[in-house]
């Protein structure tokens, strides 16, 4: 449901609203996700001279990525053209889209192709989706874990309200956005961050040499868990990454809550936060994403009561660097004006 959620809410950010509606692409779009998942995993353990042909093989036979192809491959070449009609100083249609925005993010000296259009805005779909609903997941999970912040939560966003979320542009409910950040913190999607393969040998600051080639990557989840970085940090606290000047008494007080970062931070954060990468190279998306974590988050905690149908259930599992979280770990939903 949160997949579905997630994936019908980013199509008409992508896509335009022509193809959000259309129900089959909508299908591929949502098993494209999964099917790019074992088709990557497949293809890692395989040895380098065979993993490109059997990578192609499964693609082609799962079929889903072939079906977003052939729905986007026209879209792209209009819009090429419509681009060269531009230049001549004809009229032509704005897009608001993602796909114009890859479109115009290609280099000028060699103008991506509608070819390579198309297979980098199916790379950025599968990570807006996978990642945002996965992280979105596990908060979820964390809500119910942790029911004592459902009240100050849902007090901040009602008072709030969504044309002030609107207006902040998705910056607005800073108890969600710590909240959050501390079910990314304990619960991150990926293990390593910010992968980087060595051209030329160098030294790290304690003597690790790094020669061409060779791998290196950031560890989010081991830095997540460090005490040097995180007071307590096998506890969760919601409202850690909260400036404490916005909580009253009466949030402050919430049982196993209390611990601060010395520096308050949001979500969007890439100085004290791995998960979105590095530097210049940090997801350009991260600000989307979040508003949309958020008001999806948001509309559960306004319109439910939520619990875990088994609390003692396996909630995630975890594959090389990859956690993931358990299909059959069921949610019950009962809506608040039937309690």
Sequence with gaps: MVIEAIALTNAAAFFGK??????????AAMNFIEQTLITAEVVRVLPSA??????NLLAKKLGAGKILYDSLIPIAEERLEEKARKRLGQTVPEHHDCVQW???????SKPWSADRI????????FGSVHITSTTACFALHHLCIHSEYIEPLRNEIESTGWANFDKSGGKAFPLLDSFMKESARVNPVESVSSRRMALKPFELSDGSRIEPGEWICTAPRGMMAD???????????GFRFVDPNLLDKKVSGISGDGVSQETPSKFTDITDWQLWGTGRSACPGRFYATAVMKTLLALFITKYDMQLEDPKAARYFAWRTFVYPFASTKVVLRPRSAV
């Design 118 to 125: 198309v297979h980098e805005l199916m790379a950025l779909w």
């Design 227 to 237: 005490a040097r970085y995180y007071a307590d940090p096998q506890k969760f606290q």
């Design 102 to 108: 890859v479109m115009e993010c290609s280099p000028r």
């Design 50 to 55: 065979i993993a490109p042909f059997i990578g």
């Design 18 to 27: 022509d193809l959000a509606c259309n129900k089959e692409f909508m299908s």
